[in-house]
């Protein structure tokens, strides 16, 4: 039996699996640069973040109605069901499908139509985070916030997400002030690719209540006292930071040094379609490269709870 765990930092179109990708494309009469799966995985080898943005934005491709974002969805449940999942909150990137012409309410409804069955049919709770895509612009974030608004009722929270260097958080404070204006909650990738710096912004410009990798906090010790203090979570995702070439090997990945110096680190997927691994496939895969004991591993799984919104929408209740 998996351990019971919250996922809190998957992008719900990094989820999209070759057989998947091919299927779709077969039924919106898309043609993809690929001859088959095999071909495609074959392309699945990253220097950076930017080298995996390309694929990804290009197989979204595919991604057309709401039955597709639907059966994506359902998809990713199925397979996070397996590995112990019983809460997800999942990112999606509006910008990127409403650039290709597909509307906010045709992502937005199909999600919806998995999400709804999903605790009954997968046994998984589920929140939904928009993000920006942090290397568009802040205007294109802010009618994207615009374009949201009849769906507030579905969407949890904002995100920030894409390539991260020269994108620092503060482009975004006029964004996030709107969306905090909204009643909605707020995360955002930070300090992945990024300086430290960038973490310390998106506390304290954007105000957000988590933060997505934080990996680069570990380079500064301050930053690292205040995120213990302040008990800030962090969205760490060992494989994608593996294959995006943040740490060189699983066994340099500081998670252990992290939870030994105090921080509330969680262990997600990321882009499992991409990276190698599902989310218990993320937890087994640091267990054996750090020798964590079942002790830590408990900790992960009892952190991600902690960190969900989850625990605060039921803290709000109970008050
Ligand atoms: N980092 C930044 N942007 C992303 C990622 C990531 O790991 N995955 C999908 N968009
Ligand atoms: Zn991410």
Redesign the pocket.
């Known amino acids: 039996m998996p351990l019971p765990k919250a996922e809190l930092h998957l ?1 719900i ?2 989820t999209l699996e070759p057989e998947l990708a091919f299927a779709l494309a077969a039924r919106n009469g898309v043609t993809l640069p690929y001859e088959d799966t095999e071909e495609l995985r074959k392309a699945y080898l990253f220097d950076d ?1 930017q080298s ?2 390309n694929l ?1 934005y290009e197989l979204m491709a595919v991604l057309r109605t709401e039955q597709d974002f639907a059966d994506l969805a359902d998809a990713y449940l199925e397979r996070a069901a397996a590995q112990g999942v019983r809460h997800a909150e999942i ?1 999606f ?1 509006p910008q990127a499908h409403i650039a290709r012409g597909v509307e906010m309410g045709t992502v937005v409804d199909g999600l919806w139509r998995a999400l709804e069955h999903s605790e009954e049919k997968h046994g998984v709770s589920t929140r939904l985070i928009m ?1 920006f895509l942090r290397d568009e612009s802040a205007e294109s974030a802010m009618a994207t916030l615009e374009a949201a608004k009849p769906h507030l009722d579905r969407i949890t929270g904002v995100g920030l ?4 260097v020269g994108h620092p958080p503060v482009k975004f404070r006029e964004v996030y002030e709107a969306a905090a204006a909204l009643g909605l909650r707020r995360v955002a ?1 930070a300090g ?1 690719e990024g300086p430290p710096e960038y973490i310390t912004e998106a506390l304290d410009v954007l105000g957000v209540e988590r933060v997505d ?1 934080g990996l680069r906090c570990m380079e500064d010790p301050q930053l690292v006292q205040r995120l213990v203090r302040e008990r800030v979570p962090l969205t760490l ?1 060992p494989l ?1 930071n593996v294959r ?1 070439r943040a740490v060189r090997v699983l066994e340099d990945h500081p998670l252990r040094a992290m939870l030994d110096a105090g921080l509330l680190c969680t262990v997600n997927s ?2 499992p379609a991409y990276f190698g691994g599902y989310v218990a496939d993320n937890y087994h895969a640091v267990r054996d490269a750090l020798g964590l004991e079942l002790e830590q591993m408990r900790e992960l799984a009892r952190n991600s709870f902690l960190a969900s919104f989850l625990e605060h929408d039921e803290e709000r209740r109970a008050r």
């Open positions: 992008h179109e990094g973040l995996f943005l990804y990112f990137d993000c997400d894409s390539a991260e990738h992945e990798h995702c994608s995006l990321d882009d």
